[in-house]
């Protein structure tokens, strides 16, 4: 019997393609999909015709509970601490033959706490975390980082109800590269620093540019969402679940200032900005071009994904971010009109 699956931010962009790539792998399986405006949902339909649309945001308590009962997977692409908390509630309740499978997305701005704490940016720190055997210091990082109050309610579900609940964290980097989703297609961090060089006239370095982070293409990253919906149909497949379901999805390292000067060459061969160099930016100058400016290019985020390949044999196989900043500077040229 094919198994009914759940999905929530099927028209962002994470979810979108992650949608395309178990709707293709699986046309036999059952979906649904949560989608709160109208239009988009009259996209997503005409793309998708044998997907159950369900209308109702992430606040829609009621429905979403309900959908999660009736559903054998859960993939949550978008989600609330408030309403996961809720729906984790119920399967305190399910009989252990019929777990409820969790799929949560995290980030791994999580890793970037030290920055946070001390207000740090462009400048590199050695910290490094892997999801094998480094697993237990990543899903015991402290309570003040980024995200890490909805991983904790996924963690503490599945300590609570270890047999009718099964959860995957699924925690990605920077995130790059075309969408196949219905609706957004496109990432933020790169972008918007590729829409701020240009609307600017002018390439800049967040502070000495040195700090790093890693990266992920979308389309890789969905193959680890299939590979975890794969393995909850067979009920649990090669994957590891509940304390040891965490899975960084990355593609190597790379250090934003070579994307920032990259963006400024690139800008400058296209004729949007006519010089090639960067300014140096303080983290006042940054945060006036966008609020979470050094969060997004400043910050330090280092995290292998060893779980992914070892179980699986997850390959990433597109390009690399710094290859493909010609195009994401054409998108956003285009977005603003040029």
Not at 71 to 88: F, K, N, P, Y
Request: hydrophobic share 40%; proline share 5%; with cysteine.
């Amino acid at each position: 019997m094919a198994p009914q699956v759940f999905i929530t931010g099927t028209t962002g962009y994470i979810g979108g393609d992650g949608l395309y790539a178990i709707a293709n792998a699986h046309p036999d399986w059952e979906l649904s999909a949560l989608v709160r405006n109208k239009d988009k949902a009259s996209v997503l339909s005409s793309k998708y015709p044998k997907i159950r649309v369900v209308h109702g945001d992430l606040d829609s308590n009621d429905i979403i509970e309900e959908e999660v009962k009736k559903a054998d997977i859960t993939s949550l692409t978008a989600i609330t601490s408030l309403l996961l908390r809720a729906l984790l509630k119920a399967p305190s309740t399910t009989p252990p033959e019929r777990p409820v499978w969790l799929i949560h997305t995290s980030g791994t701005g999580i890793l970037t706490v030290e920055d946070q704490r001390a207000g740090t940016y462009g400048i590199e720190r050695p910290k490094e975390y892997n999801d094998w055997e480094g697993v237990s210091e990543l899903i015991n990082l402290p309570a003040d980082a980024f995200h890490r109050n909805v991983d904790e309610i996924t963690i503490n579900a599945g300590k609570e109800n270890p047999t009718s609940v099964r959860t995957a964290i699924v925690c990605p980097p920077t995130i790059y590269g075309q969408g196949r989703g219905p609706v957004n297609t496109k990432s933020v961090q790169a972008y918007l620093l590729s829409a701020a060089v240009i609307k600017r006239g002018k390439g800049f370095l967040v502070g000495k540019g040195e700090n790093v982070w890693h990266q992920v293409h979308v389309q890789d990253l969905s193959n680890v969402y299939l590979a975890l919906g794969d393995a909850a149909a067979e009920g649990g497949g090669k994957a590891t679940w509940n304390d040891e379901g965490y899975y960084l999805a990355e593609n190597g390292s790379f250090v934003w200032g070579d994307i920032q000067r990259a963006v400024a060459q690139s800008a400058f061969e296209q004729k949007y900005i006519q010089s090639p160099e960067v300014e140096v930016l303080d983290g006042k100058q940054t945060t006036e071009i966008l609020s979470a400016g050094i969060y997004a290019w400043g910050s330090n985020s280092r995290g292998h994904s060893l779980r992914a390949r070892k179980l699986f044999g997850w390959e990433p196989k597109q390009p690399k971010l710094i290859e493909l900043i010609p195009e994401i500077v054409a998108i956003e040229a285009k977005g603003l009109g040029l």
